[in-house]
């Protein structure tokens, strides 16, 4: 915690925060006035489509040449004057480094220029936090089921800044679990998004896929990505290893074309079975019921809807924030800023970035 001695709070009872998010490929920037976000301008990055995944340094360019746009954004859609902030809040970790470098540094600056605290956010507490960012909030404790490209984490939530990671991935994420998926299926980066659109159309139940077994209340994604290679490669005869895989690569290619929507379907049922299952256990074991989804992947329409039945069935209550909270957005760090804010909880200047970091 700083102890610098700040030009603070404008002494009206209002507390207005803008809050820069940089750590991957969205440029984004919100502002929060009394733990409401007024606005939340997001710049996505269309450059690393061609690449199949998001290219670090070409990031790192277009935040720096987002970041003032975007922030004059946020700040005129929220009818708030740069000077009368009362601090400023960024995403510190984790994430690709250069990214969040350029988003510390710019949060840096201008909080020396208006004098004003620095608020440091861990991007995994902030997705959990977009549940605080609507009029009907989780009570404490809440469990989280935070499913991004990054991360899968089971949190228990005590307050907004006493939160503890209860489970989570040994290996992939449930984001890369969508994304590879995709990338074996011929499908452009991010696929997620496009094996929920196409699963619509499918039969969930047409393809089946092993659930692992893991201890306590972990993941892992990485076995069910080695099963559907092995099942495309053997043009869905089998999903095991073979010396000789069945198919060639066209007769391998004819199958996906012809059964896109049940594979994706099929696919994505299982990681929905993966991922409600042990939240159902953290449910169990914990005695908690305030339940709440949160990271890109809780934009997927299966798992909400499964999400929400289960809620239903488990006798929960669950919440899952809107669908602009989800991917990577600023408005989650700036109510996450709002919190550390209330707390006093500031950063030096001289605090840097990390690309990981406990929490
Ligand atoms: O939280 P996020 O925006 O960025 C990270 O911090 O990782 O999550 C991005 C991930 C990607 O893997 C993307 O494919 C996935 O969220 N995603 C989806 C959907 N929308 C985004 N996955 C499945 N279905 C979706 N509708
Ligand atoms: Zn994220």
Known sequence: ???????????????AILA????????????????KILSNR????????????????LASRAHMQNIVPVVDAALRDAGVEAESLDAVA????????????????????????????????????????ANLIPERKPSFPFLCLTVSGGHTQIVRCDSPTQLKVIGETID????????????????????????????????PKRFKFPEPQIPALNFSFSGLKTSILYFLKNAG????????????DETSRKFIDENLADICASVQERIISILLNKLKKAATETGITHICLAGGVSANSGLRKAFTETGEKEGWQTFIPAFEYCTDNAGMIAITGYYKFLEKDFTELSVSPSARAEW
């Open 172 to 203: 992939d994420a449930a984001g890369e679990a969508f994304d590879k998926t995709a990338k074996m299926l011929g499908l452009p980066y991010p696929g997620g998004p496009l094996i929920d659109k196409y699963a619509k159309e499918g039969n």
């Open 237 to 248: 005869t089998s999903n095991l290893y073979k010396e000789e895989f069945a198919a060639d």
């Open 20 to 35: 820069i998010e940089s750590s991957c490929d969205e440029t984004s920037a919100a502002v929060c006035v009394n733990g």
């Open 90 to 129: 960024f995403t510190q970790a984790p994430g690709l480094i250069g990214s969040l470098l350029v988003g510390t540094q710019f949060a840096k600056s201008l909080s020396l220029a208006l004098n004003k605290p620095l608020i440091a956010v861990h991007h995994m507490q902030a997705h959990v936090l």
């Open 42 to 57: 997001i710049a996505n990055q269309t450059v690393h489509e061609q690449f199949g995944g998001v290219v670090p340094e």
């Open 1 to 15: 915690m700083s102890d610098k001695v700040y030009n603070t709070t404008s002494g009206n009872g209002r507390i």
